[in-house]
């Protein structure tokens, strides 16, 4: 019999579209802080997360991503919730240790019955003069560089895709 936690790791998708509804503050909250529980080098808790749920600043975010892209599509599928992970460049499992905690956040959401998605080009949104801004405004140091996004809320039916089968060579025992 397959343990709930195997079966949930193995049943989280990515979701592509996303309906105009947010996310309730309780659920929100837990999961935000299920990603402050990620494993971290030496205990060090390093990330920092950014949780941005204002709709100016999260459309102002999606146009610096989309223009790394070089698009005008919004590169977070309508989710109204983008969380950034910085990791602080000072610590050398920075990257390591941010990318835990978007794995947490990515399976919390699932738990909790939010859809979510992994967005790259977080660094190179905050290397920019707009993204260095908003990190000014938001009292973040810039020895903290963006290492990815979560966007957080709840999918429409074709956002979700099924999984795909897993690679027959995945898994090598020595």
């Not at 602080?88 to 990318?99: E, M």
Request: net charge neutral.
């Amino acid at each position: 019999m397959m343990n709930d936690m195997i079966q949930m790791l193995k049943t989280r998708r990515s979701c592509r579209a996303y309906m105009d509804q947010n996310v309730e503050d309780s659920v929100l909250d837990a999961i935000l802080e299920a990603g402050t529980y990620a494993p971290t080098g030496m205990g060090r808790q390093s990330p920092l997360i950014v949780c941005v749920q204002d709709k100016e600043i999260r459309d102002k975010i999606s146009k610096l991503n989309a223009s790394i892209l070089q698009t005008d599509t919004d590169p977070f599928y309508g989710a109204p919730i983008v969380v950034i992970v910085f990791g602080d460049t000072r610590v050398p499992t920075y990257r390591d240790d941010a990318n835990l905690v978007i794995g947490n956040l990515l399976n919390a959401a699932h738990g909790m019955g939010v859809d979510s998605c992994y967005i790259y080009r977080a660094r190179e949104v905050f290397q920019t003069s707009e993204g260095q801004k908003l990190m000014k405004q938001w009292g973040i140091d810039f020895a903290y560089e963006g290492v990815g996004n979560v966007i957080l809320g709840y999918g429409k039916p074709e956002g979700k895709k099924a999984a795909a089968q897993r690679k027959e060579d995945y898994i090598r025992k020595i």
